[in-house]
């Protein structure tokens, strides 16, 4: 007797593991999953290490390159693969993790940092774009993987297609020290590339809108002294306000210029109707 309640226990420990360490299950159909690889059964646990920088974006296996990885799938999940209408959006690149802090920087440290970037859900278009960096006096920035700063993401919609979600690592050496914030920005990729992919993939697009060229991808605070720490998460408060200000007002005058333009169409229209 005592053998056979140690035997339901064992399975039933097994089982409560393997399906707290499964895909959840969704109101949306497999086949939105069945080009990825097959779900780790530590999902989860390597998850919890990855969003708490226990270990980073570079350690992680091609297996787990699943969509519940990103902190806003289980918001979005139901709501874009349930759509039955299949109205999926065209164009999102975002990176993850989008946020680093880095304290204690020296002048000739070398940072190595990884990340990933992925197409946002539901994106049916193979997306191009092109990773920058913002330009730092006291740093100096390389891309180490992949060599190229042009990348192809694949759709992920109807269903999540392999390369939808891509390792990047980079380099940062520190000229001097002194407090900074680096940032990953993204535009469209040269032209010669773009064109390539554009001819290549019917399903194809490439950059954001102005809007979304000057919004960064990802921030990397780096800090030599505390004492300016606050001093410059301030100014970059300052300056991120300042840059909305200007975006808005771009955007404010471009729905102006086009109001201007249909009036003095419709305008032309009733002129020549007149004189008819």
């Known amino acids: 007797m005592k053998k056979l ?25 497999d086949e939105v999953f069945k080009e990825l690889p097959d779900f780790p059964s530590d999902f989860f646990d390597i998850k919890d290490l ?26 979005w999940a139901e709501k874009v693969y349930k759509n039955e209408s299949n109205d999926f959006g065209s164009y999102g690149v975002f990176v993850y993790p989008s946020r680093f802090t880095v304290y204690g920087i020296e002048k000739g440290n070398i940072i190595n940092l990884s990340m990933f970037v992925y197409a946002q859900w539901g994106i049916k278009y193979y997306q191009g774009a092109k990773l920058v960096f913002s330009e730092e006096e006291n740093v100096d920035i390389k891309l180490v993987e992949p060599e190229d700063c042009n990348i192809l993401l694949s759709p992920t919609a109807p269903y999540f297609h392999l390369g939808w979600i891509q390792l990047i690592k980079i380099q940062i050496h520190i000229n001097e020290t002194k407090n900074c914030v680096v940032q990953i920005l993204e535009e469209k990729p040269i032209e010669e590339i773009d064109n390539e992919w554009r001819n290549t993939y019917e399903n194809y697009t490439s950059g954001s809108s102005l809007l979304g060229q000057r919004i960064s991808k990802c921030k990397i605070y780096l800090y030599g002294s505390f004492l300016e720490e606050n001093n410059i998460e301030e100014k970059e408060e300052k300056i991120s306000i300042f840059g909305l200000i200007i975006n808005i007002s771009i955007i404010l005058l471009f729905i102006l210029a086009l109001i201007n333009i249909r009036h003095n169409h419709d305008k032309r229209k009733r002129d020549k109707k007149q004189n008819q």
Do not use: C, K
């Open 5 to 29: 309640i140690i035997i339901i226990i064992t399975i039933m420990l097994f089982s409560t593991t393997v399906l707290a360490n499964s895909r959840p299950d969704y109101s949306f159909s």
């Open 50 to 75: 990855f969003s708490y920088q226990s270990i980073t974006a570079e350690h992680l296996g091609e297996d787990y390159y699943q969509p519940e990885l990103l902190p806003n799938w289980d918001y």
